[in-house]
């Protein structure tokens, strides 16, 4: 146990709670990817084994090449379902947090967590978390929130429940919020935990092939086109960024996830260690950052963007043009912003 990065402090009266079946409600961020989701339905089809009843709420749609975990078919999706959801979130004994640390980050449905006299619990791996939570797992240490939600499952002696769908679900935060096993979040620990999975039945192949080789004709054309055109290196910098405009989403037939792992190949270049990208939405341009060594943009996120993450990885969003948001982004960086830092 000496490897966990982190422990829940009053582990005992959480286990304790439950040793009776109970009414649970397991939400995540909003627009989930692999850890959110996968960490979710792991922790999901556990909690149902043990005989309680489970119900897992997102807050908004995830990319289909998500959909093939064991309890997909299960998940309330919040927006169309919003009368079920509070009901739901009224009704609970129990509201698990997953893979975020502040409501705001999961919408309309943030409200009704927060009113209801359910105890929470927090799953996470992002920097500062909100206190609204009895009982807390967070490590910014833990490379996926599906670690945590391993480790939590191993403190309860019970990882040897976890069946082949849940280890597969688990498996799939790991290996995209490690980046395919290559960030420095990467630890001996991460692999303990994949053998574990294995040795469960995780098909490792299999969940890999489900998750990056799913892509639509469309979603290629599109990563075709952003790179040709829609790529920018900002002159005399080590940044690149991406952008796309809601012509570009129309004419490359958008759906969500699309643009998932997109602002990676800026990180690719040779030379560039800071990548974002910026996508126009109706309402909203929503950003993602990316970095390499030692350059927080979780902070120029937080400070300029409206948003947060972890310091290799972050997002935000703001409700200027897309155009004022590059224009203030690329000022950012040719003032070399303290926060971004690069080396020209
Ligand atoms: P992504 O770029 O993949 O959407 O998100 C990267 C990281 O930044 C994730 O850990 C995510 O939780 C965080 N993040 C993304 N968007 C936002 C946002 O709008 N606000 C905050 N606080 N964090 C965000
Ligand atoms: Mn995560």
């Given at each position: 146990?000496?490897?966990?990065?982190?422990?829940?402090?009053?582990?005992?009266?959480?286990?304790?709670?439950?040793?009776?079946?109970?009414?649970?409600?397991?939400?995540?961020?909003?627009?989930?990817?692999?850890?959110?989701?996968?960490?979710?339905?792991?922790?999901?089809?556990?909690?149902?084994?043990?005989?309680?009843?489970?119900?897992?709420?997102?807050?908004?749609?995830?990319?289909?090449?998500?959909?093939?975990?064991?309890?997909?078919?299960?998940?309330?999706?919040?927006?169309?379902?919003?009368?079920?959801?509070?009901?739901?979130?009224?009704?609970?004994?129990?509201?698990?947090?997953?893979?975020?640390?502040?409501?705001?980050?999961?919408?309309?449905?943030?409200?009704?967590?927060?009113?209801?006299?359910?105890?929470?619990?927090l799953i996470d791996h992002h920097l500062n978390p909100e206190t609204f939570a009895k009982y807390v797992l967070w490590s910014t240490e833990a490379a996926a929130t599906a670690e945590l939600v391993y480790d939590l499952i191993d403190m309860l002696g019970d990882s040897d429940k976890l069946t082949k769908g849940m280890a597969e679900a688990l498996y799939a935060g790991l290996l995209t919020d490690t980046g395919n096993f290559k960030h420095p979040s990467t630890t001996p620990h991460v692999h303990n935990i994949v053998a574990s999975l294995m040795e469960l039945g995780a098909d490792v192949s299999k969940v890999s092939h489900k998750i990056y080789d799913s892509n639509s004709l469309d979603r290629m054309r599109l990563l075709g086109f952003a790179l040709n055109e829609r790529l920018e290196i900002i002159e005399g910098t080590n940044v690149a960024y991406f952008y796309l405009t809601l012509e570009d989403k129309k004419r490359f037939k958008y759906q969500t996830g699309d643009s998932e792992g997109l602002v990676n190949y800026g990180l690719a270049i040779e030379g560039i260690n800071v990548s974002a990208i910026f996508i126009e939405d109706p309402d909203k341009v929503k950003i993602s950052f990316r970095s390499f060594g030692d350059i927080p943009v979780n902070e120029l996120s937080r400070k300029y963007f409206n948003g947060g993450g972890h310091k290799n990885a972050a997002g935000g969003a703001t409700d200027d043009s897309l155009e004022d948001t590059i224009k203030l982004f690329r000022e950012l960086v040719t003032k070399q912003t303290k926060e971004l830092n690069y080396e020209v």
């Amino acid at each position: 146990h000496l490897l966990f990065t982190s422990s829940m402090q009053n582990l005992a009266a959480f286990k304790a709670l439950l040793e009776l079946p109970k009414r649970i409600v397991i939400t995540t961020h909003v627009k989930p990817d692999a850890d959110a989701l996968g960490s979710s339905l792991g922790l999901a089809g556990y909690l149902l084994k043990q005989g309680h009843q489970v119900c897992v709420i997102t807050p908004t749609d995830y990319p289909k090449f998500l959909n093939w975990m064991e309890g997909n078919d299960d998940v309330l999706i919040f927006e169309g379902n919003e009368e079920k959801s509070k009901y739901l979130v009224e009704n609970a004994d129990l509201i698990f947090c997953l893979d975020f640390s502040s409501l705001n980050r999961i919408g309309e449905l943030g409200k009704m967590v927060a009113e209801s006299d359910a105890e929470k619990v927090l799953i996470d791996h992002h920097l500062n978390p909100e206190t609204f939570a009895k009982y807390v797992l967070w490590s910014t240490e833990a490379a996926a929130t599906a670690e945590l939600v391993y480790d939590l499952i191993d403190m309860l002696g019970d990882s040897d429940k976890l069946t082949k769908g849940m280890a597969e679900a688990l498996y799939a935060g790991l290996l995209t919020d490690t980046g395919n096993f290559k960030h420095p979040s990467t630890t001996p620990h991460v692999h303990n935990i994949v053998a574990s999975l294995m040795e469960l039945g995780a098909d490792v192949s299999k969940v890999s092939h489900k998750i990056y080789d799913s892509n639509s004709l469309d979603r290629m054309r599109l990563l075709g086109f952003a790179l040709n055109e829609r790529l920018e290196i900002i002159e005399g910098t080590n940044v690149a960024y991406f952008y796309l405009t809601l012509e570009d989403k129309k004419r490359f037939k958008y759906q969500t996830g699309d643009s998932e792992g997109l602002v990676n190949y800026g990180l690719a270049i040779e030379g560039i260690n800071v990548s974002a990208i910026f996508i126009e939405d109706p309402d909203k341009v929503k950003i993602s950052f990316r970095s390499f060594g030692d350059i927080p943009v979780n902070e120029l996120s937080r400070k300029y963007f409206n948003g947060g993450g972890h310091k290799n990885a972050a997002g935000g969003a703001t409700d200027d043009s897309l155009e004022d948001t590059i224009k203030l982004f690329r000022e950012l960086v040719t003032k070399q912003t303290k926060e971004l830092n690069y080396e020209v």
